[in-house]
């Protein structure tokens, strides 16, 4: 499985960025897929989840601006993120569990300049 990041770049707060992510596979394959986000020195933490029952799961730091959205027959899945602020900032990832295993992306850094 392969996953692949993109749409990362730098946008001054208030502003919005669109994150894909393709997969190799359907995304009908996974348990679930998410965007999670890093920054340096600290712990990678979860964005959004969504499971393959249809339920988005959102950071409270994000929710009612960032929204995870599908399209089944690219195989892709987004982050469109609005009103973006610096503490946004960081290198994000997208993810996808099959059964035991835990696939990523290489990450796609955004920056939020105030």
């Known amino acids: 499985v392969q996953l692949q990041a993109s749409g990362g770049g730098e946008v001054q707060a208030g502003g919005s960025l669109r994150l894909s992510c393709a997969s190799s596979?359907?995304?009908?394959?996974?348990?679930?897929m998410g965007w999670y986000r890093q920054v340096p020195g600290k712990e990678r933490e979860l964005v959004v989840r969504?499971?393959?029952?249809?339920?988005?799961d959102y950071a409270d730091s994000v929710r009612g601006r960032f929204a995870f959205s599908t399209d089944v027959a690219k195989n892709t899945v987004y982050l469109k993120m609005n009103r973006l602020q610096p503490e946004d900032t960081g290198v994000y990832y997208c993810?996808?569990?099959?059964?035991?295993?835990?696939?990523w992306g290489q990450g796609t850094q955004v920056t939020v300049s105030s």
């Open positions: 993810n996808g569990q099959q059964r035991s295993s835990n696939y």
């Open positions: 596979e359907s995304i009908y394959s996974f348990d679930g």
């Open positions: 969504f499971t393959s029952a249809g339920r988005a």
